[in-house]
């Protein structure tokens, strides 16, 4: 082992270590950072001015005011009582209500993999709920409308109650067999108004059909429909750099994703310059757009609410703004920022998600643009604000908006994307490497499952497959073990070479022959033991350490998955932190195993401490500690088994450990000197060049990587 190579490996594990969290923040997006706190009527404030601008349930609704020169008996306004309408499936079971037309809660019960059925719950272990129980005041719910025409109108639509048509005046229930189909259409008129939403369910899947039309005064208007806030496991309160954050999503119809976590929706785009009680105005550094009618006024570069507000009227070019009233605290250096974003580009589908399920929604047409919301909450008045993201994309009376509700499995998405010739299978984030990472999915998938159903424990079947991962990669770790031992042989001569070649170039015309022998050398023995023939090998792991990862920190089939004793969720971390501390010795036992040279530099002391000590701790402490205990489980495992190979391979090898150790030896004990293997000097006056070139080799040391 020579000290290249023990450079190149510190230099490639400090790239790693450094780069880590940008390939954890593309891999598994990071955590969302938790707004500070905020005044308790911030949030009061926020319900009442929504970017949504939902009426509150507790308004009263007048109906809209006829058109000029149009007769008031033309249209009865619609009157309809309260009513919720229960649909339930083999899979799920959703609520809808009247109230808006609009869905309040979604339970998810099972799904089917592989032909067999699985049971989903809750983080909490109850019912799987998706949707926000209940859903906090001033924001949407799940399938409201929005008008971006007339926000007024919409907010009336969402607080109106409509005619529930197409199914009995008692029938609150409606069950769905596998092959069954149900359509519910909701009717609002009003006399200058018609709005129709019509919903579509199937019994055997996770796919139902809508559409929507708003009508005024007889014209057709552009409507959209709202998905989310905050769709995914209600329950789940994990956060960090393993957990996904709800988030908008969207695909576009090139082949491009696009996630946008909810707290970088709305980012503030100006500062408040001045502040008018008075009057409440505000006055800002950057004109605010003329078609935004709501913004949100935050503090701490954005990570605080202060509240929202809808805007008046705007003056000195959209600069100077006069708001309904001015949220609690707003001051000079607080940033503004819009109540709405506008994604534009040619989607194929887009939804909300969280790190399990996803709402989606895939029209039969493009989708030119998606508005998108992020509320900020807070549950409690001690509690940070909480986001709500979500997003509207426009829907159509005359074709259908296929609406996808239900867990992120990959052999779903690509059924279901198959059905509606969408690639939902892109849903699901491969990293930076999925290229390479992608194919392996399924058969890690294959082998995992497979090994479940024979031990009946998830966890015994992350054992099994890493023992055979390491099995079929010991051939890569005992030639990359040959290679450096080799390296570690050869590195006295390679040593030896270079001082004097470095020597002989202080007159290179004189010693051209002599330098050209000394390379040719050279090459021959790189050409034996490369030292980069070592480290190679080992890169060929990476796609399939990256793959494991991803299955095991997404995969349904590892959560809720236990193991033994205290492990009851492979999906969580180690709540007593054991399999962190067990892994972390197994990484640093399986380093000091691997073939290191002998020297007495410092400096090369120094290095071994590092890798064997140092960065075995760090990691740990760094990454491990809050990691999956699937994932630490299959590195620990993979460390046990790698330690048993490094033996048999350092056994088997234990003919070039000796050859490297006497090489070294050798080296250091002649130096000065002539080298063990050179024969005596001859006296007379034609040994006068053998002593010098005999002199410019002493001195080499053995070194490694």
Not at 71 to 80: G, I, L, M, V
Not at 93 to 122: C, F, H, M, P, Q
Not at 423 to 437: E, K, P, Q
Not at 608 to 621: A, D, E, H, Q, S
């Amino acid at each position: 082992m020579d000290r290249n190579r023990l450079i190149a490996a510190l230099a490639l594990s400090l790239v790693i270590l450094m780069s880590w969290p940008l390939i954890m923040r593309y891999l598994g997006p990071p955590p969302v950072e938790e707004p500070a706190q905020i005044p308790e009527t911030s949030a009061q404030r926020a319900a009442e001015h929504p970017p949504q601008a939902p009426v509150p349930a507790a308004k009263k609704v007048e109906p809209l005011a006829p058109a000029a020169g149009q007769p008031k008996a033309q249209a009865q306004t619609t009157q309809a009582a309260p009513r919720e309408i229960t649909i339930k499936a083999d899979y799920w079971r959703a609520t809808l209500t009247n109230r808006g037309a609009v869905a309040t809660s979604w339970i998810l019960s099972k799904y089917k993999e592989d032909g067999v059925e699985r049971a989903i719950t809750g983080a909490d272990g109850k019912e799987l709920q998706l949707i926000p129980q209940p859903i906090p005041d001033g924001l949407g719910a799940p399938l409201s409308l929005r008008t971006p025409w007339s926000p007024d109108l919409a907010a009336q639509l969402n607080g109106v109650n409509f005619q529930v048509e197409d199914i009995g005046a008692n029938e609150n229930e409606i069950t769905l067999g596998p092959d069954d189909q149900r359509v519910i259409k909701f009717i609002y008129i009003s006399p200058t108004v018609v709005a129709t939403k019509s919903f579509t369910f199937h019994g055997g899947g996770f796919v139902f059909d809508l559409t929507a039309d708003v009508k005024s005064n007889g014209a057709e208007q552009p409507v959209e429909i709202v998905l989310g806030p905050r769709f995914g496991d209600q329950s789940d309160k994990q956060t960090g750099s393993y957990s996904t954050p709800p988030q908008v999503i969207a695909y576009t119809r090139d082949g491009q994703r696009q996630a946008i976590l909810g707290a970088r929706i709305t980012p503030p785009f100006a500062t408040v310059t001045s502040v008018d009680q008075a009057s409440n105005q505000i006055e800002l550094d950057k004109p605010l757009a003329g078609d935004v009618t709501q913004i949100k006024v935050t503090a701490d570069k954005g990570a605080t609410l202060l509240g929202y507000a809808r805007v008046v009227n705007r003056e000195a070019n959209g600069q100077r703004l006069t708001l309904d009233q001015l949220p609690k605290g707003t001051s000079k250096g607080h940033g503004v920022a819009q109540g709405v974003d506008t994604l534009r580009n040619l989607y194929r589908w887009a939804g909300v998600t969280d790190h399990y399920f996803a709402m989606l929604a895939v029209p039969d047409q493009i989708i030119p643009e998606i508005a998108l919301t992020n509320i900020q909450l807070k549950p409690e008045p001690d509690q940070p604000a909480v986001d709500y993201p979500s997003a509207a994309i426009s829907v159509s009376s005359t074709s259908a908006t296929h609406i996808f509700v239900g867990p992120k499995d990959r052999q779903l998405l690509t059924a279901v994307g198959r059905d509606l010739d969408a690639n939902l299978g892109a849903l699901i984030d491969y990293g930076l490497f999925s290229f390479a990472v992608k194919p392996l999915v399924p058969a890690l998938a294959f082998a995992l499952n497979g090994l479940a159903r024979l031990f009946r424990n998830y966890g015994w079947a992350i054992v099994g497959v890493t023992v055979m991962i390491n099995l079929v990669l010991s051939p890569l770790r005992f030639y990359s073990s040959k290679k450096m031992k080799k390296a570690a042989k050869h590195q006295p001569r390679m040593k030896e070479l270079q001082e004097r070649m470095k020597k002989l170039k202080e007159n290179p015309k004189k010693h051209e022959r002599e330098l050209q022998e000394l390379q040719q050398e050279q090459l021959a023995l790189m050409k034996e033991a490369n030292p980069l023939g070592g480290c190679a090998p080992m890169i060929l792991q990476l796609p399939i350490f990256w793959a494991v990862y991803l299955y095991l920190g997404s995969s349904l089939d590892v959560r809720h998955a236990p193991w033994v004793l205290w492990i009851h969720d492979l999906s969580r971390s180690d709540p007593l932190k054991i399999l962190p501390i067990v892994m972390c010795v197994t990484m640093i036992a399986s380093t000091k195993l691997t073939p290191q040279p002998a020297s007495a530099d410092p400096s090369m002391k120094m290095q071994r401490i590092m890798m064997t000590w140092l960065m075995p701790i760090m990691l740990t402490w760094l990454f491990f500690f809050s990691a999956p205990s699937g994932l630490v489980l299959y590195w620990m495992v993979s460390n046990m088994v790698g330690v048993l190979i490094q033996l048999w391979i350092n056994r088997k090898t234990a003919d070039l450990t000796a050859q490297g150790a006497a090489a070294a030896l050798g080296s250091g004990s002649n130096k000065g000197g002539p080298r063990a293997a050179d024969p005596p000097p001859q006296k007379g006056p034609k040994d006068k060049n053998s002593k010098r070139r005999q002199g410019r080799r002493g001195g080499a040391e053995a070194e490694g990587f």
